[in-house]
């Protein structure tokens, strides 16, 4: 594995593509955290959600020819989470979404410092929680891919296959109702 050590996620899918499957193997260590943390936004038991990851993976083989080398792989492996977790969340009717790692969404390096401000923090945990839960699935996933995440517009873009500009409208409505979720409005 050492060998492909420095290698790009696009590099790894191409040698994926050449029935690679020590490659394979790496992109799912790259992919599993990120996965596993992604599909809590949507699957609240956690053998869903390895299910899920797992279904994520057999998905991306088999349909690996189907990347493009030119493009970023990480959107396109979104794209395949996206649609796996919104097809489980539907098998499971709609059960609401229960975790949320907050830490990671909101971080806030003063919390860290100030052991007075841990009561704050759970407040605003427990109050982003609610605001979370309470907003439109639309709304719930484009903040958990921007924030926690950490995916580009053209990241998002591509993930939830809208253009740029609906991901920046979005983002900024999600904004918008989760304040009014939070403060009460």
Do not use: C
């Amino acid at each position: 594995m050492d060998e492909f050590e420095g290698q790009s996620d696009e590099a790894l899918a191409a040698l994926v593509q050449g029935n690679n499957t020590q490659a394979f193997g790496v992109l799912m260590s790259r992919y599993q955290p990120k996965l596993m943390r992604y599909g809590r936004r949507f699957l609240s038991r956690q053998e869903h959600i390895e299910d899920a990851v797992q279904e994520i993976f057999i998905k991306m083989y088999e349909n690996i020819e189907s990347f493009d080398r030119a493009r970023s792989f990480s959107p396109w492996i979104y794209r395949v989470a996206h649609n796996t977790f919104v097809n489980a969340l539907r098998a499971q009717h709609r059960e609401p979404v229960s975790f949320v790692d907050f830490d990671t969404l909101v971080s806030h390096p003063s919390y860290a410092r100030d052991p007075a401000a841990e009561e704050d923090k759970k407040h605003t945990e427990q109050l982003l929680e609610q605001g979370l839960d309470s907003l439109s699935s639309k709304h719930r996933e484009i903040l958990i891919l921007y924030y926690s995440e950490d995916l580009s517009y053209q990241e998002i873009a591509d993930v939830l296959r809208v253009p740029m500009g609906t991901v920046g409208v979005r983002l900024s409505r999600a904004r918008e109702a989760l304040k009014k979720q939070i403060n009460g409005n």
